[in-house]
């Protein structure tokens, strides 16, 4: 992680944090202790909770606390214990929090609203879909980055690394060939589009659902059939959801799926397929036929649900690769240095285009790739509304 390290490099020299405390809500991963590493160097006092036990990695977690921080996570806890780990990492009083999903900052607003918060960074879609309802009903405390929301972020992170990682849960989980195979992907996003160019290059036939109009007519356009799940539901064999919506497969969809059909769910949330649902409507259920796969029958036909219908690259597969998490990482540490020394209203915040170019040109550095520079004659003609042909 050329990019982060050299982030963390400068962070030691400057001490952007001094005398700051910062929550987070993270995969813990070697990914997040490289980040978390940086904050570090830079003077931050961090405690770390976890943002899904199952992608919980104990080793990292054993790791940190030889590093001076607070970490509270083990892999495979409960719901109850997960939350009362996010409470813990408050505990110690937060200048700045991290969150990936936005779970944390929920609890800072309905059951730890007396802590005072300077601000915060959001990485996830279906995070900041939560933070922006709360902006837009008033109810946001304070200023949150949405990290996610970078053109670095989604293009690296989103696109390639969510597409990859995806398949990669899914072939490890199940050993399945997708060649010739029809894979549904439901939701049309950034994340949705890397998982069907990735599906299509290993020799799939895709169907994308979607509700949005615009990012339907992109997927047609792009040479996808565009199908409602209903009808979807009857062609898949292999079904992602990667919408940040819940029930998106839902019970009627599992009455019309074919036998071996394979769900899983690529979304932050594990409530994209309605796995309460599938469990009412089955015949029977053998958990764990194959690492991370569980079989439900239902009207006689097998349906094989991936990663408890947990997000399934990080809990099937390693998650993204150190390669793009180092650009999604660099932009979360350079978007905290940056709020560190704002004095901002609540609301969500885009990331700086400043922290977005310099996150690029330190990645193209570090792949030792050039690119051209404007002239004098091309920036002022860009900056003229007077020269024309």
């Known amino acids: 992680m050329p990019v982060l390290t050299a982030i963390g490099e400068r962070f030691a020299a400057e001490r952007p944090f001094d005398g700051l405390r910062i929550a987070a809500c993270l995969h813990v991963t070697a990914e997040t202790a490289v980040l978390l590493g940086a904050l570090r160097a830079g003077g931050a006092q961090i405690a770390l909770a976890a943002s899904n036990p199952l992608s ?15 970490v509270h996570a083990r892999a495979g806890v409960d719901r109850e214990t997960y939350y ?22 929920n609890i800072l607003h309905t059951e730890r609203a007396e802590l005072a918060v300077k601000g915060g960074c959001e990485e996830t879609t279906t995070g900041i879909i939560r933070l922006r309802q709360m902006a837009a009903e008033g109810a946001l405390r304070f200023p949150m980055v949405a990290v996610n929301d970078t053109r670095t972020k989604r293009m690296f992170d989103n696109r390639y690394g969510t597409g990859q990682s995806t398949l990669d849960g899914i072939m490890r989980a199940t050993n399945t060939l997708l060649a010739g195979r029809t894979v549904v992907v439901a939701g049309f996003g950034y994340c949705g589009r890397g998982v069907a160019e990735r599906a299509k290059g290993l020799g799939a036939r895709v169907v994308v659902t979607e509700v949005d109009p615009v990012k339907a007519l992109d997927a047609a356009l792009q040479g996808y059939a565009v199908l409602p799940m209903a009808e979807a539901a009857e062609r898949g064999d292999v079904f992602v959801t990667v919408t940040g919506n819940r029930d998106v497969i839902r019970a009627e969809h599992f009455a019309a799926m074919k036998d071996g059909a394979i769900l899983a769910n690529a979304g932050h949330f594990d409530v994209e397929i309605d796995v309460r649902g599938l469990e009412s ?11 991370n796969v569980d079989e439900y029958v239902v009207g006689g036909k097998r349906l094989l649900l991936l990663a408890e219908g947990r997000v399934v690259n990080l809990t099937a597969a390693e ?24 004095s901002l209203g609540p609301g969500v915040y885009d990331v700086p285009e400043a922290i977005d170019a310099e996150v690029a040109r ?10 051209d520079a404007l002239t004098h004659e091309q920036v002022e003609y860009l900056h003229s509304w007077t020269l024309g042909s």
Do not use: N
């Open 362 to 371: 330190l990645k193209l550095a570090a792949e030792g790739i050039a690119i």
């Open 281 to 291: 409507l089955a015949e029977s259920v053998s958990f764990g036929i194959r690492g």
């Open 56 to 70: 919980t990695q104990d080793d990292v977690a054993a790791a940190l606390r030889g590093y001076d921080m607070a």
């Open 319 to 342: 998650g993204h690769p150190a390669a793009v998490m180092d650009i999604a990482f660099s932009a979360q540490a350079l978007s905290v240095a940056w709020l560190a020394g704002q």
């Open 84 to 105: 009362r780990h996010i409470h813990h990492a408050l505990d110690i009083e937060p200048d700045i929090v991290l969150d990936d999903g936005c779970d944390l900052v």
